[in-house]
């Protein structure tokens, strides 16, 4: 059978629930990561032929699609930082906006430093793990609440080759870090349930929920908890990094100016307030 009909099948079936680049870019990620097939490959050689085996496999897809199943758990992989990362419904699928923030910290570090790292809230370890390849003489260590996220984690800092230390912990339960370190860095919940109205199905039907929501009656809970941790925890001229509630940035700021730190905000890519530093 013809891979090229099958795309057909694609667009037409899924029009009506994405754009139509999407779709495209959906049916070529599936083909490149089932069949290793790519966009350039098919249009070369529009004659391309796949089996009823494969064909099958593409309508199972197709019926996860349909229902708004995230691409990369259909896959069971995405790339961030330049690295593969194994996700599925356990863990937060990375963001773009996140390389942003590891951004920030490679430039304010040296990859010759022999610093000590904390990844609060890790999930599928992204920050840790993109941190650990960049910053090869640090000793990181990643916090997750979620057992089933840190299994993940670890199978990534495997899949990556890098070395850190996973540890199962409410963070809002912790009174005090029993290290000190020169990096603080998380991207806690922090999605109010008012905001769930944003939200895309792919995120609100297969992301989870305690690694996304907060009330919103108390937003900060996780920032606030974090800094006062920090405070004490940070090594002279350490540093605090947050991913933020781009609608709370200004609150945000002003906790951790009250906290004692020199704050500074960044934009991301979309002109979205959405990093926050702080220094002790």
Aim: charge should be negative; include cysteine; aromatic fraction near 8%.
């Amino acid at each position: 059978m013809k891979l090229k009909p099958q795309k057909e099948i694609f667009a037409k079936s899924l029009e009506n629930e994405y754009p139509a680049e999407e779709v495209l870019s959906f049916f070529f990620l599936l083909t490149e990561a089932f069949f290793k097939i790519n966009r350039l490959n098919l249009a070369l050689n529009p004659e391309l032929e796949i089996d009823e085996n494969q064909v099958e496999k593409l309508d199972l897809a197709l019926a996860r699609l349909k229902k708004h199943e995230p691409i990369q758990h259909i896959i069971g992989e995405t790339e961030f930082f330049g690295l593969t990362f194994k996700v599925d419904k356990n863990v937060l699928v990375p963001r773009p906006e996140t390389e942003e923030l590891i951004e920030w910290i490679l430039e304010d570090f040296s990859e010759e430093e022999a610093l000590k790292i904390l990844d609060i809230g890790t999930g599928s370890g992204c920050i840790a793990i993109s941190l650990a390849k960049n910053l090869p003489e640090a000793k990181i260590s990643a916090i997750d609440i979620s057992e089933e996220a840190l299994k993940i984690a670890a199978q990534n800092s495997e899949i990556n080759k890098v070395q850190l230390d996973f540890i199962q912990q409410d963070i809002l339960q912790l009174e005090n870090l029993k290290e000190n370190y020169e990096i603080i860095v998380s991207n806690p919940p922090y999605v109010r349930e008012l905001e769930k109205k944003e939200m895309h199905r792919n995120v609100l039907d297969y992301e989870p929920e305690t690694a996304l929501y907060v009330k919103d009656g108390n937003p900060l809970i996780f920032y606030e908890k974090i800094m006062k941790l920090a405070k004490t925890a940070l090594n002279p001229g350490g540093k605090l990094y947050f991913e933020i509630n781009q609608y709370l940035a200004e609150e945000t700021e002003k906790m951790m100016q009250k906290q004692g730190f020199k704050t500074e905000l960044r934009k991301d890519l979309f002109g979205n307030f959405r990093m926050l530093k702080g220094e002790v």
